[in-house]
């Protein structure tokens, strides 16, 4: 049975915790981690086999893949170490991959595998298979209710005032690896798409503030070789973080289901 380690105990990784303890997958749950250690021990409590709560370390010794739902922040320190124990990720902060080519390198020396889940998005599956042939084109609208940009540094330091907003406002333009620098809790979804899209290809984003929105909608269309491929997903948040949505849990789920499967449809 797969052991799984899990950084990071908020929306996401409680919603992974409790389908692995719902047994929804092959798979055992041997350690939490967080920085907030009451908030771990809290999330343990509440499951069946009780998993201790550890340091980052520990718990990558004790599992076989590690499962990241923490920050950008926290990769800095956990996917080094992880890949040094030869251990295979599940990365969630996405956008905190970009410009790593050092991390690929040392995952493929050590013969371990990063995986990154769809997240809130759909149509990586056919964006990769495009990206076989000539991408022209590729462009992600990501429409998000001003509670889940509140706060943000771009929105900060630009001195932008969401709550004055009385119609739809673009108010980020430029390639995912801006958006996921100007964004780090909210652009991953950009990341994902940047390191599914044929690396010659601009993937170029915009953000719209939505005031009175409640949904994280998407759209991508992508453009190329293959011919036109247009995806729109409207994402209910989570409950307990409105800058996530529910599907980017299920995707990380439906990865490690993938894992533990002898079927597995889709490319
Ligand atoms: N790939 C996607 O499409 C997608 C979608 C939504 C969210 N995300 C990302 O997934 C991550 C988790 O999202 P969430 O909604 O569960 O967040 P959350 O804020 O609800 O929970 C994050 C948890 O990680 C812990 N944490 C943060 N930094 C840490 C560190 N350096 N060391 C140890 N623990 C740390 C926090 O204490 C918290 O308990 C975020 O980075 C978020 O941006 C990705």
Redesign the pocket.
Known sequence: MLKIGL???????RTIATAIDQKKLDAELVAL????RA?AEALSSDLSNRPPVVSIEEMIERCDLAVE??????LAEFVPKALARGRDVLI???GGLLGREEWFHEAEKKGCRIYV?S??IAGLDGIKSASIGRIESAELTSRKPVAALRGSKYVVDRGIQLENLKQDTVIFEGLAEEAARAFP?TS??AA?LRLAVNPSAPVRVRIVAVPGGSENVHEIHVQGEFGKLSVKVENVP?K??P???QL?AFSAIATLKNLTRSLRVGT
Not at 7 to 13: D, H, R, T
Not at 69 to 74: E, T, V
């Open positions: 950084l990071g105990v908020g929306a996401i990784g981690s967080d920085q907030d908030r739902a923490a920050s950008q922040a926290a969630m902060s996405v889940p997240g809130a809790a991953n979804v994902s989570s307990s973080n800058r996530t949505s980017a």
